[in-house]
């Protein structure tokens, strides 16, 4: 069974950064592959896509975070990462991994970041 395990948010200052992991089990080489997202839920609103990237590498951002954050992948240890530089309050939320396999989503339970002003 797949699994997305998220690690690394925390409590940072507004112009802090945060490293966010996502290890995926149960995937096997399928990992290589797929398309890797992040998404962020802050309180009261709707989840929204974050980041992507995509088998060969390339990436896509939401505007929003755009030359702030990065989204790498390392297909040795089935971890995708999203590197947060110059946090904002506005960044406060759960931010989740998700992928999609044989059309099933695969979503893991988030990790908290919360930025203080």
């Known amino acids: 069974q797949v699994q997305l395990v998220e690690s690394g948010g925390g409590l940072v200052q507004a112009g802090g950064s945060l490293r966010l992991s996502c290890a995926a089990s149960?995937?096997?080489?399928?990992?290589?592959?797929?398309?890797m997202d992040w998404y962020r839920q802050a309180s009261g609103e709707q989840r929204e896509l974050v980041a992507r990237i995509f088998r060969g590498g390339d990436t896509n951002y939401a505007d929003s975070v755009k030359g702030r954050f990065t989204i790498s992948r390392d297909n040795a240890k089935n971890t995708v990462y999203l590197q947060m530089n110059s946090l904002k309050p506005e960044d406060t939320g759960v931010y989740y991994c998700k992928t999609t396999l044989a059309g099933i989503q695969y979503w893991g339970k988030g990790t908290l970041v919360t930025v203080s002003s």
């Open positions: 149960g995937i096997g080489s399928f990992f290589s592959i797929t398309t």
